[in-house]
Every structure is written in C-alpha cells, then in structure tokens.
C-alpha cells in the first residue's frame, strides 16, 4: 500500500475508534487532566493503537505524541519518518464541540512531504502531497478502505477561492495573547475590515489551505505533532508555512519538539 494510502486508512480506522469512546454514553466528560480512566486518555491510546498496526506495515519509524520517548540521538539519524498526533485538541474533545483531529504527516529531512487529516465528527477529509495536490472531502461510505484515485474524484481540489468574502484570520479557540491581537491589528491597518474566525486544533491550518482564511498566526506553544500534517496540506495546497518572519520554513525533527511562534499564509 503506497504511503498516502497507508496515511488515509489508518486515519480514518482511528477516528471511528475515536467516536466510540466520544459518543458512548457513559464517558464522563468532566475528567478533564489525562487521567487514566478519562474518554481523552482511552481515545488517545486506541487511536494511537490503530494508527500505529497501520503504519507498521511501513519502512518509516513513526513519532507519535501517545508513543514511547525517543531521544534526538536515535531520531536525528531519521531521514524519513511518520509524526503522528492521534488525537489533536484536547480542549475540542473534552468541550465536546466536535473540532478534534486525526493527523499524520509522513517527514523527509525535516520537512512534511505528505499529510493527512480526518475530523472523526464530521467525517472530513484533508489531505495533500508534495508536488501533487490537496483535496478536501466527506467522506459517506469507508467501506473496506480508500484508495487514493477513488478520493481524488470524490473530493474537491483546494484551495476554492471566494472573492467575496473579507480578509479573514483564524485563531485558536483556546489560546489568543498580545502578539496574536498586534499582529491583527497591523493587519487591520493594511486590509480595512477583517474578519476573525476561531476554530479548533489543526482544523485552523486546513481553513488556510482550503481557501476559507487568508492567514492563521500562532504565537503560543505548539508541538511538531500539531502541526506536521497540517503544514503538508497547505503546502500542497500553495500556502506557506513560516516562522514569524514570514520566509524561514517551520523544520521537523528538531531536538526540541516544540514548535517556534509560525504564521500559515
């Protein structure tokens, strides 16, 4: 099975795993720290439990945030490896408003060259490779798995531009601060108007890629997990995904996994 394949089912088997701790009856919502008992915990290590039988399969290592600790000594000699977040947006799942992910992202020296995202809830579809493309879609019928010519003509091409809509900026529904308002503030004096839009988890990148937002400023902590596969999509999709000074390139594989201030554009 070729890699974006791979990618594909094993997001989509993990998000329908997702959805069996998130929509059971007895999960108790208010555990909000991952405890080991909490729906987040248990729906964090199924995901991760599914994505990584898939991925096995595969001559890649994978670095996952639900995986074991692996130091810089081993992963600094990886050229090419799987990032996984299992489950990205804590916040989302717990507040039960549905805008949670499943991502991976496939890296080659330090850069996503292919990305994945599903959003369990709604059954959406991301997905993008380098030199070749993005697509969004619904995704009705899983059947007995997805291949990826099937999707292409199922999906839509992104991004779709909308001339009729105002400059937007996307943010974080959890996280807003200082850098983040003076950045929208110098954008309001460059575009008149602006409209602002919140969204959850990795969902906020797709909007970029998709067409939906224009720019999507993060001036808070991130991890290389939240955002690989999500930087793959919009930068299949023609977008840029750079450091605070809008040209250096956000790197993977760092010795230290979190993320610099980025702006998606």
Same mark, same amino acid.
């Given at each position: @099975?070729?890699?974006?394949?791979?990618?594909?089912?094993?997001?989509?088997?993990?998000? =329908? !795993?997702?959805? +069996?701790?998130?929509?059971?009856?007895? #999960?108790?919502?208010?555990?909000?720290?991952?405890?080991?008992?909490? %729906?987040? /915990?248990?729906?964090?290590?199924?995901?991760?439990?599914?994505?990584?039988?898939?991925?096995?399969?595969? #001559?890649?290592?994978?670095?996952?945030?639900?995986?074991?600790?692996?130091?810089?000594? +081993?992963?600094?000699?990886?050229?090419?490896?799987?990032? &996984?977040?299992?489950?990205?947006?804590?916040?989302? $799942?717990?507040?039960?408003?549905?805008?949670?992910?499943? *991502?991976?992202?496939? &890296?080659?020296?330090?850069?996503?060259?292919?990305?994945?995202?599903?959003?369990?809830?709604?059954?959406?579809?991301? $997905?993008?490779?380098?030199?070749?493309?993005?697509?969004?879609?619904?995704?009705?019928? $899983?059947?007995?798995?997805?291949?990826?010519?099937?999707?292409?003509?199922?999906?839509? !091409?992104? %991004? &779709?531009?909308?001339? =009729?809509?105002?400059?937007?900026?996307?943010? #974080?529904?959890?996280?807003?601060? =200082?850098? /983040?308002?003076?950045?929208?503030?110098?954008? +309001? +004096?460059?575009?008149?108007?602006?409209?602002? @839009? #919140?969204?959850?988890?990795?969902?906020?990148?797709? @909007?970029?890629? =998709?067409?939906?937002?224009?720019?999507?400023?993060?001036?808070?902590? /991130? @991890?290389?997990?939240?955002?690989?596969?999500?930087?793959?999509?919009?930068?299949?999709?023609?977008?840029?995904? /750079?450091?605070?000074?809008?040209?250096?390139?956000?790197?993977?594989?760092?010795? *230290?996994?979190?993320?610099?201030? $980025?702006?998606?554009?």
């Amino acid at each position: @099975m070729e890699d974006i394949t791979l990618a594909l089912n094993a997001a989509v088997r993990a998000g =329908e !795993k997702i959805l +069996e701790v998130y929509n059971d009856p007895n #999960s108790d919502f208010s555990i909000e720290r991952k405890a080991d008992n909490s %729906p987040l /915990t248990i729906a964090d290590k199924m995901s991760h439990e599914v994505i990584a039988e898939y991925l096995q399969s595969s #001559s890649y290592p994978v670095l996952s945030e639900e995986g074991k600790e692996i130091s810089y000594n +081993e992963r600094k000699e990886w050229q090419k490896f799987w990032l &996984v977040d299992p489950l990205d947006g804590t916040k989302e $799942f717990i507040k039960r408003n549905g805008e949670f992910t499943v *991502n991976i992202a496939l &890296v080659e020296e330090g850069c996503p060259v292919m990305g994945v995202i599903y959003v369990p809830v709604t059954r959406t579809l991301y $997905f993008g490779q380098q030199r070749v493309g993005a697509w969004k879609m619904e995704l009705h019928d $899983f059947g007995t798995g997805l291949t990826i010519d099937e999707l292409k003509k199922q999906g839509v !091409k992104i %991004p &779709v531009t909308d001339t =009729e809509r105002k400059f937007t900026v996307v943010g #974080s529904r959890s996280h807003s601060n =200082e850098e /983040t308002a003076a950045f929208i503030k110098k954008l +309001e +004096e460059e575009h008149g108007e602006i409209e602002i @839009m #919140s969204k959850g988890s990795s969902l906020k990148i797709c @909007m970029v890629a =998709e067409g939906s937002a224009d720019v999507y400023p993060r001036f808070g902590p /991130t @991890m290389e997990w939240d955002t690989g596969a999500g930087h793959a999509i919009a930068v299949a999709a023609g977008k840029n995904v /750079t450091l605070a000074d809008h040209k250096t390139p956000l790197k993977y594989n760092k010795e *230290n996994l979190l993320n610099p201030f $980025f702006i998606v554009h």
